[in-house]
């Protein structure tokens, strides 16, 4: 009855009704939405749910990244733990690291056209938000790749 209870609420709160966490169908995990409108004591709320089912000893299903746990013990995520929360961003970024630009036919910055930016989707419409102050003017190349991928891994899953 117990594991019962604790499922059938926390399948109620990953519900994409409340817009806390968004869930992604190819990997079928979920994860804080950064763009939700709840107060974040709705999210201690939860996470007191959740002690408390472990309290009475029942175990539910968390179809959370390992990036969740990692960031809850101040672990830094990284690609692996991307890979798996979104595969084929993960690859890009791959690609981008170990760029040739004479099998790309061309410098990254040229090819790319990158910025130290990224695009989130909100209420429907795509918002552009900078990496690091004045990322907008920043391309990325092969010399700050590395810096490009780290921010943008840490902006997945602290931001």
């Known amino acids: 009855m117990?594991?019962?209870?604790?499922?059938?609420?926390?399948?109620?709160?990953?519900s994409p009704n409340y817009g806390m966490f968004k869930y992604n169908e190819d990997v079928q995990l979920y994860y804080f939405n950064?763009?939700?409108?709840?107060?974040?004591?709705?999210?201690?709320?939860?996470?007191n749910l959740m002690g408390l089912a472990v309290y009475n000893n029942t175990f539910i299903d968390l179809p959370f990244p390992r990036a969740c746990y990692k960031v809850l013990i101040?672990?830094?995520?990284?690609?692996?733990?991307?890979?798996?929360w979104e595969p084929e961003t993960a690859q890009s970024l791959e690609a981008m690291l170990?760029?040739?630009?004479?099998?790309?036919?061309?410098?990254?910055?040229?090819?790319?056209?990158?910025?130290?930016?990224?695009?989130?989707?909100?209420?429907?419409?795509i918002t552009q938000l900078e990496l690091i102050e004045g990322g907008n003017n920043i391309p990325v190349t092969k010399a700050?790749?590395?810096?490009?991928?780290?921010?943008?891994?840490d902006f997945q899953f602290r931001k």
Request: aromatic share 12%.
């Open 98 to 125: 170990s760029w040739d630009d004479v099998k790309m036919m061309g410098s990254m910055e040229e090819v790319l056209c990158r910025t130290f930016t990224v695009d989130i989707e909100q209420f429907g419409a």
């Open 34 to 47: 950064g763009q939700t409108l709840e107060p974040n004591i709705y999210f201690e709320l939860i996470g």
């Open 2 to 14: 117990r594991k019962e209870y604790f499922s059938l609420v926390i399948k109620e709160l990953l």
């Open 144 to 153: 700050n790749v590395r810096e490009f991928v780290r921010l943008y891994i």
């Open 74 to 84: 101040d672990k830094e995520p990284d690609l692996d733990d991307l890979r798996q």
